[in-house]
């Protein structure tokens, strides 16, 4: 069993920056990919970002340009750095480690962003 705890989420305005913090109790490497997602209230989850175990990054067109994700293979981290945020960043952003048939999620990280 993994787990996985995120944290950096905050109350910022437009235009500034947050690093989201994955801590994972395993070993990252084992994992095909991890990935960050997001959920606004009332709305679905989405897809933001998410990097492979070779280090390949795709990312939402809704934060490309201005969000990125990296890993810390050494210390089972993953990050995501957000920049120039909007309003419409504003969600509960979770964390999804995924392996061949299984995947882990995080508890989540309240990201806030209003003037």
């Known amino acids: 069993q993994v787990q996985l705890v995120e944290s950096g989420g905050g109350l910022v305005q437009p235009g500034e920056s947050l690093r989201l913090s994955c801590s994972a109790s395993?070993?990252?490497?084992?994992?095909?990919?991890m990935v960050w997602y997001r959920q606004a209230p009332g709305k679905q989850r989405e897809w933001v970002a998410s990097?492979?175990?070779?280090?390949?990054?795709n990312y939402a067109d809704s934060v490309k340009g201005r969000f990125t994700i990296s890993r810390d293979n050494a210390n089972n981290m993953v990050y995501l750095q957000m920049n120039n945020l909007e309003p419409e960043d504003t969600a509960n952003y979770y964390c999804k480690a995924v392996a061949m048939s299984l995947s882990y999620w995080g508890q989540g990280t309240q990201v806030t962003v209003s003037s």
């Open positions: 990097i492979s175990r070779g280090g390949s990054t």
């Open positions: 395993g070993n990252i490497l084992s994992f095909n990919a």
